[in-house]
């Protein structure tokens, strides 16, 4: 089975820094594209990076770009997402999610909560 486990959240102050991780399990992680989205309270779920499956090419969001980096180990099977010039706006449950670089995602994992405040 598909297990992904995203980790590294917690509270910040506007301006802080925070690094996700997320950890695959049960495919071939490197044979996919892997993904962060988040959902803050009373939203709709919104894209943050796609990175292809070989690491050759990250899209962004335009909310994050160039505060947000993210980034595979496919030795580790594991995703990262840091986070740069966290904003108040930037409060979400973060989910990160395998599958196809056209953007179709069908297995998610667990999210972890950001919240960014003062």
């Known amino acids: 089975d598909v297990q992904l486990q995203a980790s590294g959240g917690g509270l910040v102050q506007p301006g802080g820094s925070l690094r996700l991780s997320c950890e695959a399990s049960g495919f071939t992680f490197d044979d996919y594209a892997v993904a962060w989205f988040r959902q803050a309270p009373g939203k709709e779920r919104d894209g943050v990076s796609c990175i292809s499956a070989a690491g050759l090419r990250i899209d962004y969001a335009d909310s994050v770009k160039g505060r947000f980096t993210s980034s595979r180990d496919n030795a580790k099977n594991t995703l990262y997402l840091q986070m740069n010039s966290l904003k108040s706006e930037d409060t979400a449950v973060y989910h990160c999610?395998?599958?196809?670089?056209?953007?179709?995602?069908?297995?998610w994992g667990k999210g972890t909560l950001v919240t960014v405040s003062s």
């Open positions: 999610a395998v599958g196809y670089s056209g953007g179709y995602f069908p297995s």
